[in-house]
């Protein structure tokens, strides 16, 4: 797996965050819009916005548990590098 | 890990005691993990909204005797809590006699609407002075204002009986009974 340089990792955490943040953004419309519906009498659409706010929800914390797993193993390579250079 | 005196130290302030103002400051990673659980959240807020849905659908309703044909002259109107105490009506009498009766809960902020004259001082409509919202009277669509484009005001089915005025039901939302 490629590694990536320090600069390189901060803007795809970043990327991560605007990502996530928008997530939250639309599940936050979708939760608002099936309230409005709901009192309004229309249960139709109930179902189907609760599958999309979970595919939201997933899709987010799929991309931060890849990242954070990302990051984790590359400073183990880093460490594990480190600690041969000191022994040599 | 805590000292002698129960204070909690964390394991790096051991090692860099030298503290800095950015060493408080919340890092990429926790924000990013306090928003997939916010988004948890709201997923959660869907699956309640899902969940409530399933429940069957409104009964029948009780019939409550609002008050008299006499009571309320052409052109007024008064307040009734329909069909439980926590959910309050608007009764209308017209200028041309009909009674015609709504939840008096607007749908933008909740405000409690009124019947009033439109400006002109040729027709009616209910009003909401919260936001200046306006109702149509024949079935509560929103006309004007923020209700515009929110569901309308739901209509509380009336029936006329000894010259007395009885709530019997709920209509659905499209004035349908």
């Not at chain 1, 965050?17 to 936050?28: D, E, K, M, R």
């Not at chain 2, 329909?82 to 009766?101: H, M, N, Q």
């Not at chain 2, 936001?131 to 509380?156: S, T, Y």
Request: hydrophobic letters at 40%; charged letters at 25%.
């Amino acid at each position: 797996m490629k590694r990536l340089t320090a600069s390189g990792s901060a803007a795809a955490a970043t990327a991560r965050l605007v990502i996530v943040a928008a997530l939250c953004a639309f599940q936050y419309w979708l939760l608002a819009t099936t309230i409005e519906s709901h009192h309004a009498g229309n249960h139709r659409i109930s179902l189907f916005t609760f599958i999309v706010s979970m595919i939201c929800f997933v899709s987010g914390a799929a991309l931060v548990v890849t990242g954070e797993t990302g990051e984790l193993a590359t400073r183990k390579i880093a460490s594990k590098k480190e600690g041969n250079q000191d022994d040599g | 890990m805590s000292d002698e005196s129960g204070c909690v130290h964390e394991k790096w302030r051991e090692d860099f005691p030298i503290g800095k103002d950015a060493d408080e400051q919340i890092c990429r990673r926790d924000f990013i993990r306090f928003l997939t659980l916010v988004s948890g959240g709201l997923a959660l807020g869907n699956a309640s909204i899902w969940l409530k849905s399933l429940r069957p659908v409104e009964g029948t309703f009780d019939k409550l005797e609002v008050c008299k044909v006499t009571d309320l002259e052409p052109g007024s109107w008064t307040v009734f809590q329909y069909p439980d105490a926590k959910t309050p009506s608007i009764l209308i009498r017209r200028e041309s006699g009909e009674f015609v009766a709504f939840h008096q809960k607007c749908p933008h902020l909740a405000c409690p609407v009124s019947y009033e004259r439109s400006a002109d001082g040729r027709g009616e409509q209910i009003s909401c002075h919260c936001h200046n919202g306006k109702f149509d009277i024949n079935n509560g669509q929103g006309v004007a204002g923020p209700p515009r484009e929110l569901r309308p005001l739901r209509m509380v089915l009336l029936d006329i009986e000894n010259d007395r005025v009885f709530a019997t039901g709920l209509a659905d939302f499209g004035g349908k009974s």
